[in-house]
């Protein structure tokens, strides 16, 4: 009896694995023209190769919904990705600021205090340390400055991780959050290639040049970055632009800025007063008006960085055979 029900058994399966490699068939050749179906993986649908039949449309995609073009493997089917800007990385929910129901109709003015009740807890939860309060503010700070100075978004990144391990390193007791800030974006443009001059930092940020300069010296020395000297060249490209110069008198600077570097009289020396004085010296020999005021108001090289500076590297320039 138990063999008899074993072999009822096996027919079965064998049955059903016979339907199913059937239906399998079926369901690969076209109905109408018997020619191969092929998935179209952009349209969601399934597509005669031969004859272009559609025979299955608007297929669910599991598949994520925004993609990482930062060569890493981050991709996930819903939300945003994670972000070292937020104080929680992003995880956590927001509730939005519209009084508007789904259909964007204006709710109730009973609603509209109720939402403003749970925005309150939202953000008392979300923010619940002392800690995740100071890098709630300090990244608000941290994107004001980079939003003004046009900073791209990995050098964001990496100012808010140098904050990070400040706080972790209790680096900050002691010092304003807006000079660790600035200080940690300046940082991380030296980085980056981006450079910002100290006084245009000073501009978009709520302290003095003093403090920051300070707090980045601190910074870099407990943290130990490795941050290589400016080359006053990179900043040619950056004042030209500013100046309006024409491109003989970059390149001129350019050379000017070289000689000085193969004579060593760049050492120990600003670099952006370096490159506002070649470019100031350029354009004297090249016949373009530029005054000292100028270049003070548009960079902000002061006059008496650029007096002192670009007849010694007239001089330099001249000895190597310059006009």
Not at 67 to 92: A, C, M, W, Y
Not at 223 to 247: K, M, N, R
Not at 257 to 262: C, G, S, V
């Amino acid at each position: 009896m138990t063999g008899t029900i074993a072999t009822t058994l096996d027919e079965r399966q064998t049955r059903e694995r016979g339907r199913d490699s059937v239906s399998a068939r079926q369901r690969s050749i076209c109905s109408e023209c018997s020619g191969r179906i092929r998935h179209d993986e952009e349209h969601g649908e399934r597509v005669c190769s031969d004859c272009g039949l559609v025979l299955d449309g608007d297929e669910i995609d599991y598949g994520p919904e925004w993609r990482s073009f930062d060569g890493q493997d981050n991709e996930r089917r819903v939300g945003t990705p994670i972000t070292e800007r937020r104080h929680d990385k992003g995880l956590s929910t927001t509730i939005g600021w519209q009084n508007e129901d789904a259909f964007g109709t204006a709710v109730s003015a009973r609603k509209r205090r109720q939402l403003r009740r749970l925005r309150t807890w939202n953000e008392r939860f979300t923010s619940k340390s002392a800690k995740e309060r100071n890098l709630k503010h300090a990244f608000g700070e941290l994107e004001r400055m980079a939003s003004a100075l046009g900073l791209p978004e990995q050098c964001r990144e990496t100012a808010a991780v140098l904050y990070r391990r400040a706080a972790d390193e209790d680096l900050l007791p002691g010092r304003s959050i807006e000079a660790m800030t600035t200080a940690c974006l300046y940082a991380a443009a030296r980085q980056h290639g981006t450079l910002r001059t100290i006084d245009t930092f000073e501009s978009v940020s709520r302290i003095e040049k003093r403090p920051f300069q300070r707090a980045y010296r601190y910074l870099s020395n407990e943290l130990g970055l490795e941050i290589a000297p400016v080359d006053p060249v990179q900043y040619l490209s950056q004042f030209a632009s500013a100046l309006e110069v024409s491109d003989e008198a970059e390149r001129v600077a350019r050379d000017i800025l070289e000689a000085a570097k193969a004579n060593g009289v760049h050492i120990g020396k600003s670099p952006p007063g370096l490159a506002a004085s070649a470019l100031y010296a350029a354009a004297r020999l090249t016949n373009e008006h530029i005054t000292q005021k100028t270049v003070d108001e548009t960079v902000g090289v002061s006059e008496f960085t650029i007096r002192n500076r670009y007849q010694e590297l007239l001089d330099v320039y001249g000895a190597q055979g310059g006009r």
